[in-house]
């Protein structure tokens, strides 16, 4: 068998990876890294198939290019499908607003279903030779690893989650003989989950107690429906705003994807969702706002920052990982944040809870270790050598993109 990234090995976003055995040619994942401008993956060759892991742009961002130009049948599980679906039908708007060509159109956006041809955990499907199996990847829900079973085993694991969270049970290991492997947290290591759920519940409780607005920014796909679990727990006076509210939606009719439906389900009840300016209003009366962007480059969340931006009783609380670049990056970094166009100081507090959907270090080294590979291919990510570092027995791959591998 042979492997080729078009992209995302020794970099987190725009991943693809090509596999060959025999006349067959699989492609797994293929995606987008968002920013300005957009980066793309190389182009792909016609292939019998592609695989999705998850709907992340990061991972599935380039669909539309596959079934306009290639006609290629897509798999992935339901749920990856119809979020992808509204991920990608954003990213058209997101280009449009910064001025730059998206690589297909609308029109390819709005017929890419056509190709789709869902798939669920413990399902195999047999292309062109090679049997490909499903499991859940634990990282959103939906997401998946895929076993690849042809002369040798080989598993994909897309992104990965082996903790346990709110949301989504965490990923068991596969027995393989190659595990490619995401490693964006190669050589970092994550706080206790319930300890930062903890704290995030505690730190909303004193805001909340001085009378002050906590305003949550979350990603739309898994990190709001996670947050809005955890707040549950505990009887704020909660609104929702942007995309999220489409996800949840899509996440409650696919049953078996998230750890507990009517768990989730009970979130959104105690949750009030802002449809409306006058709901917007309303809602800065309100405990907790939690909405897009996560990183603070657009969406609701700016028009909320503007209203607390001179009140130190308010907080910001950020729950992923700030992409240098960003506007949530500067504020962490410098405590500057631009608003309508102008660059401030703001009065609220800020603090940074690490609700990643992303193994740490010590999670991969023993989720790699039970998965008992011969070999270890390192990808998605920009420090992986500390994570081969910390293997011992598996010979370790650290691919480039553009070359090709025999395993
Ligand atoms: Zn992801």
């Not at 956006?109 to 490909?132: A, D, K, M, S």
């Not at 085993?153 to 082996?162: A, C, P, R, Y």
């Not at 995030?200 to 909340?208: G, M, P, T, V, Y």
């Amino acid at each position: 068998m042979d492997i080729h990234f078009l992209g995302g090995a020794s970099q987190v976003g725009r991943l693809g990876m090509l596999l060959r055995q025999g006349p067959a040619a699989l492609l797994f994942d293929y995606g987008m890294l968002p920013g300005k401008p957009p980066q793309y993956p190389i182009e792909a060759p016609p292939i019998d198939a592609a695989f999705i892991s998850h709907a992340h742009l990061d991972h599935s961002g380039m669909i539309p290019w596959l079934t306009s130009r290639h006609a290629t049948d897509i798999y992935a599980t339901p749920p990856t499908l119809d979020v992808a679906d509204l991920l990608l039908a954003d990213s058209l708007k997101v280009a449009d607003a910064e001025g730059f060509e998206p690589p297909f159109s609308g029109r390819d956006v709005e017929e890419c279903p056509r190709y789709y041809q869902t798939i669920e955990f413990g399902e195999t499907v047999e292309v062109n030779g090679l049997e490909v199996t499903l499991h859940s990847a634990g990282h959103i829900p939906g997401a998946s690893m895929f076993e690849i079973n042809g002369p040798e085993t080989v598993v994909f694991t897309g992104d990965l989650q082996t903790v346990s969270t709110e949301l989504v049970l965490g990923a068991k290991p596969v027995k393989c003989d190659t595990l490619v492997i995401e490693s964006t947290y190669a050589g970092r290591q994550h706080p206790d989950r319930l300890k930062t759920e903890y704290e995030f519940l505690n730190f909303i409780e004193s805001i909340a107690r001085i009378g002050g607005l906590a305003v949550v920014p979350a990603f739309a796909v898994g990190r709001t429906q996670e947050v809005l679990m955890t707040l549950a727990r505990k009887r704020f006076d909660t609104f929702l705003d942007g995309m999220g509210k489409e996800v949840n939606s899509i996440y409650v009719e696919h049953h078996g994807y998230v750890r507990s439906t009517k768990k989730l389900r009970q979130a959104m009840n105690r949750t009030r969702i802002i449809h409306s300016p006058r709901g917007r209003e309303k809602a800065l009366g309100a405990e907790v706002i939690v909405t897009t962007s996560g990183m603070l480059d657009g969406g609701p969340v700016l028009r909320y920052l503007d209203a607390i931006k001179d009140d130190p009783n308010s907080a910001l609380l950020f729950t992923g990982y700030q992409v240098p670049g960003t506007n949530g990056r500067r504020l962490m970094d410098e405590g500057m944040i631009e608003l309508n166009g102008s660059l401030v100081k703001p009065r609220f507090q800020s603090r940074y809870f690490d609700f990643s959907a992303h193994a740490g270090h010590d999670e991969l080294v023993e989720f790699i270790e039970a998965c008992d590979p011969k070999r270890v291919v390192l990808m998605h990510g920009d420090n992986r050598q500390a994570l081969a570092d910390a293997l011992e027995g598996p010979e370790c791959l650290l691919p480039v993109e553009g070359q090709w591998y025999s395993l």
